[in-house]
C-alpha cells in the first residue's frame, strides 16, 4: 500500500499532465488556440492567487505537526495549497470549458495525487480543497471574462 501511496504522491501528477497533452494534441488548431489563450490567462493568476492565500493561512505539514517520518521527503514549510494539486486541477479547469469528460478524469487524477500526498504525510486535507476551489475559481472568473470577449 506505501508503495502506491508513494507512486500517487511523487509521479502521478506527471500521468495526469501526459493526458492533458494527449487530449490538447489531439483538438483541432482553433480549439488549441483558445485553450491556449484561456491557460496563459487562468494559470498564472491561479499560481498567484495560491501564493496569495499561501501568505495568508499556514498549515505546518503534518509530519511537522505529528512529529512521524512522512512516506516522502518533503521540506517542513508551509503546507497550503498543496501546489501538485493545484497544477493539475488548474489544468482540469482549463479543460473544462472544451471537454467535461477530459476534465472529469483530470479531476479524478488531481483528488488522487492530492489525497496521495495526505496520505504520504506531507498535505492535510485542506490543503487539498484548497488548492481546488482556488483553480476551479480562478478559472470560472477567467472564464465569465474572456468569455464576454468571445476568446473562451
Not at 489563450?37 to 501568505?55: E, N
Request: cysteine-free; charged content about 15%; glycine content about 6%.
Amino acid at each position: 500500500m506505501n508503495t502506491l501511496i508513494i507512486f500517487g504522491a511523487k509521479y502521478l501528477y506527471l500521468a495526469a499532465i501526459a493526458v492533458a497533452l494527449v487530449y490538447f494534441l489531439k483538438q483541432p488548431r482553433e480549439i488549441k488556440k483558445r485553450i491556449i489563450i484561456f491557460g496563459l490567462a487562468s494559470l498564472p493568476i491561479t499560481y498567484l492567487v495560491a501564493k496569495l492565500a499561501g501568505h495568508f493561512y499556514y498549515d505546518p505539514r503534518p509530519f511537522a505537526a505529528g512529529n512521524f517520518t512522512p512516506l516522502i521527503p518533503h521540506a517542513d514549510d508551509n503546507g497550503f495549497p498543496s501546489d501538485h494539486t493545484l497544477i493539475l486541477a488548474a489544468i482540469a479547469s482549463v479543460i473544462y470549458p472544451f471537454s467535461k469528460k477530459a476534465s472529469a478524469v483530470l479531476w479524478m487524477l488531481a483528488f488522487a495525487v492530492g489525497f496521495s500526498r495526505v496520505f504520504a504525510g506531507v498535505h492535510h486535507s485542506i490543503d487539498i480543497f484548497g488548492s481546488m476551489i482556488i483553480a476551479a475559481v480562478v478559472s470560472v472568473l477567467t472564464v465569465r471574462l474572456l468569455g464576454k470577449r468571445g476568446m473562451v
